[in-house]
C-alpha cells in the first residue's frame, strides 16, 4: 500500500483496527499513551512513533481512536502542529457534533482535510473486520479514506457534511443505551415469571422484539460474562454527550433521560468498569432473581 497511515490511540478498538490495517499490507505509524500496546504492534510490523506529532509528519493519512472529548481535544491539538499539507485525517472516537466541526476547522486550518468518522461494532467487529463506520466530511476526503477504512470496516458510509458521522453514532449510542435497559429489565421479567433464559433469547431474538442489544447482552447474562468489552463507563460517557445535545436541540429524550439514570445507578455501585451489560444486575437485585 502506498500511503503512509499513522493510528494514534490503541486501546480496545485502535489496537484491532490497526492489526487489521498492518494484515491489510498498510505501512502503519503508531503511537499510544502507553507504551505496551505500541510494542505489541510493533512485533507486528508497525512502525513506533514518539508523539502524535511524530505521528501526523510521518504519515499521510492519520486515524485516531480516542477515549474522552478531553483526550481528542489534546491529541488533535498535537496532530495540528505536524499535519502535511494535503494530510488527511479521521476520527473514529465518539464526542459531541461541535467539537468534531471544530476538528474539521482546526486541522483545514493547517492545510489538511479531516473526517469525523465514528465506528460501531465494538472489539469484535474491529477484529473482525466488521465494524459500521459512520463519516462525515467532503466526498474526495471521504474516497481517499475509503480503502483504508475497508480494513476493518464492512458498512461504511458518508453520512453528509462535517458532524454528520457524529450525528448518526449518537443516534446509535441513545438506541445501544435504551436498548441495553430494555433486555435487562425484560430478561429479569421474563426469568422472575419462571422462563428459561436461552428460551428467551432464541425466541425472541428472532422475533418483533428482538434486538442486536438482545443478541449482544443475553449470551452474556447467561454465562454471566461481564469482562469489559464495551465497559459501563464508556455507555454513560455517550449517554452524557447525548443529554448535552438534546439539551441544546430542545429535544426531549425521556427514554435516554431514564437509561442514563439507570447507568448512573449502577456507577454508583461500583459497575463502571464491567461490561455494560452488567447493567442487568441492578434488576437482578431489585426482583431477588438472577437470569441464569
Partial sequence: MSEQIGFVGLGKMGRPMTERLLSAGFTVHVYNR?????????????????????VAERSEVVLTALPTPDSVAEVYRELAKGAGKGS??????????????????????????FLDAPVSGGPAGAQGGTLTVMVGGE?????????????FGKNIRLCGGPGAGQVVKLVNQLLVGVH?????????????????????????????????????NMPRFISRDFSPATPLSLILKDLGLIHDQAK??????????????RFLEAKARGLS????????????????????
Avoid: C, N
Fill in 273 to 292: 468498569d464491567k461490561d455494560m451489560s452488567a447493567l442487568v444486575q441492578l434488576w437482578e437485585e431489585a426482583a431477588g432473581v438472577k437470569v441464569a
Fill in 139 to 151: 466526498q474526495k476526503s471521504f474516497d481517499r479514506a475509503l480503502p483504508v477504512f475497508r480494513a
Fill in 180 to 216: 441495553t435497559a430494555a433486555i435487562a429489565e425484560a430478561a429479569v421479567f421474563g426469568r422472575k415469571l419462571g422462563a428459561d433464559a436461552q428460551t428467551l433469547l432464541e425466541v425472541i431474538g428472532s422475533s418483533y422484539g428482538g434486538s442486536t442489544m438482545m443478541t449482544r
Fill in 34 to 54: 502507553s507504551r505496551g500496546a505500541i510494542d505489541a504492534l510493533a512485533a507486528k510490523g508497525a512502525r513506533p512513533a514518539g508523539s502524535a506529532r511524530e
Fill in 88 to 113: 488527511l485525517f479521521a476520527d473514529h472516537s465518539t464526542v459531541s457534533v461541535e467539537q468534531s466541526r471544530g476538528l474539521h476547522e482546526l486541522m483545514g486550518g493547517s492545510g489538511a482535510s
Fill in 248 to 261: 441544546g436541540a430542545g429535544v426531549p429524550l425521556f427514554l435516554g433521560a431514564l437509561a442514563e439514570q
